[in-house]
């Protein structure tokens, strides 16, 4: 059978046997209106008053928004916020953007544009954040492990504060949106390292769909909190992200809210695991980089055996990303001395937690990839370079019958990566 799987901009299709297991977000239609919706979710939010009741005119405000590695429709929430603060007598000059790229690389212009629309990006400041700028950070606490928490000077100085997501299955803090956008979107290097450190990530509870127990997911949380944010505005979208849900309102409650609602639709039931999977990683911009991409290695691995193996289709236009992330993944010769090195409480390293969970997984399974890149840059992150899905599919197939007496291997697709997180159903 023919399967479009989410790659780069255009998409991929590949040929795969018929008996493949394909697995899909549950169907949530899209709205039929976005706009009206957001609207309507300002004046009657969760858990708070109208967004125009908690401003008044002469606040200073600050909005923070997801960078160009998110596929957060901000071309849609940021104008539909400006537009009810306008209504509300807010000054143009009084509002400030925040980019909340954590510790990601600064956006261009070009991409600013993209992710704006023109109008904003010439009509509005916009700061994009630097973890690593001392002067641009305020402190905010101590963790729980004795990290200095700070977070961005603009967001703290603004009298409101709001903040906007979208809430997806996360690899690690078990769903996005709510107080991401403060640890790590806006957040010191320091926090965002000791929130993200080797035990924190290999904890069991820090895992995909995992809220109860998670103590990243826990510890955004109380750093948000912790702020003082105002106003949250989070979004859910479909595997074409269109909008299919919008929270928004107090923190807790509006993202509880999206979280339950998400739940729903990216928590996929399997019937066991599988011997292979074929994934990818929900395409531009999702598989902008490998750094990015592992999140669908990650989340094919949750539904295949140990020793089976993932084929995973990320066109990584980047090549691996972030300079750091590239560094570390050359520290060892393979998976399992890196996931070792890293585990360690001492150790501390920029971006530690892309090559951690990338680690974990190929330490369970077989990890391929189809991408953009050069063979030997595959082979640097400790994946083995495919040159078509569909043949190195048929190949593991051969190869598995050859060990299995014959058996035909069982085969699960994630056509949109991690946007399906495989859960092996309950017996019963």
């Not at 928004?65 to 807010?90: C, K, M, Q, W, Y």
């Not at 261009?108 to 973890?131: A, C, N, R």
């Not at 393979?334 to 501390?348: S, V």
């Amino acid at each position: 059978m023919r399967i479009d799987l989410a790659y780069g901009r255009a998409g991929l299709r590949v040929e795969l046997p018929d008996h493949a297991h394909v697995l899909l977000p549950a169907p949530m239609p899209a709205l039929a209106d976005p706009a009206a919706a957001i609207r309507e979710a300002l004046r009657r939010p969760i858990g708070s008053p109208p967004l125009q009741d908690v401003v008044m005119p002469g606040d200073t405000v600050a909005i923070v928004f997801s960078d160009v590695t998110r596929p957060a429709p901000n071309h849609t929430l940021i104008p539909a916020l400006l537009e009810e603060l306008a209504e509300a007598g807010i000054d143009r000059q009084s509002i400030t953007l925040i980019n909340a790229l954590g510790m990601h690389r600064m956006n261009t212009p070009d991409e600013l544009v993209s992710m704006l629309g023109p109008d904003v990006v010439e009509s509005f400041p916009i700061v994009q954040h630097d973890p690593e700028d001392e002067g641009e950070l305020t402190y905010v606490m101590t963790n729980k492990r004795g990290a200095r928490i700070s977070v961005n000077r603009r967001y703290m100085q603004a009298k409101v504060k709001i903040l906007t997501g979208f809430v997806e299955p996360h690899i690690f803090a078990g769903y996005s949106g709510g107080g991401k956008a403060v640890l790590p979107g806006i957040a010191g290097a320091e926090a965002v390292i000791s929130n993200h450190s080797g035990p924190m990530v290999g904890d069991p509870k820090s895992t995909w769909c995992s809220v109860e127990g998670n103590l990243i997911f826990e510890e955004m949380r109380e750093v948000a909190l912790e702020t003082d944010p105002t106003f949250i505005l989070n979004v859910t979208l479909d595997q074409s992200k269109a909008i299919t849900g919008v929270f928004a309102g107090e923190l807790v409650k509006a993202h509880d809210a999206g979280i339950a609602f998400a739940e729903k639709a990216y928590v996929r039931a399997i019937p066991h695991e599988f011997d292979i999977a074929v994934a990818s990683s929900l395409g531009y911009p999702s598989d902008i980089s490998l750094y990015q991409s592992f999140k669908g290695l990650s989340a094919a691995a949750q539904g295949v055996r140990q020793g089976g193996a993932v084929v995973l289709a990320a066109e990584c236009a980047e090549g691996l990303g972030l300079v750091h992330f590239q560094e570390l993944l050359e520290e060892r010769t393979n998976p399992r001395p890196l996931l070792e090195m890293i585990e360690d409480k001492r150790f501390r390293h920029h971006d530690q937690w892309g090559v951690q969970v990338g680690a974990m997984a190929m330490v369970k399974v077989e990890s391929y990839l189809y991408s953009s890149m050069k063979p030997a840059l595959v082979r640097k992150s400790h994946m083995i370079p495919c040159k078509g899905v569909s043949k190195t599919v048929n190949d593991l197939r051969k190869r598995y019958r050859h060990e299995n007496g014959g058996d035909e291997p069982s085969i699960l697709v994630l056509p949109y990566g991690q946007l399906t997180v495989p859960r092996v159903a309950a017996e019963g």
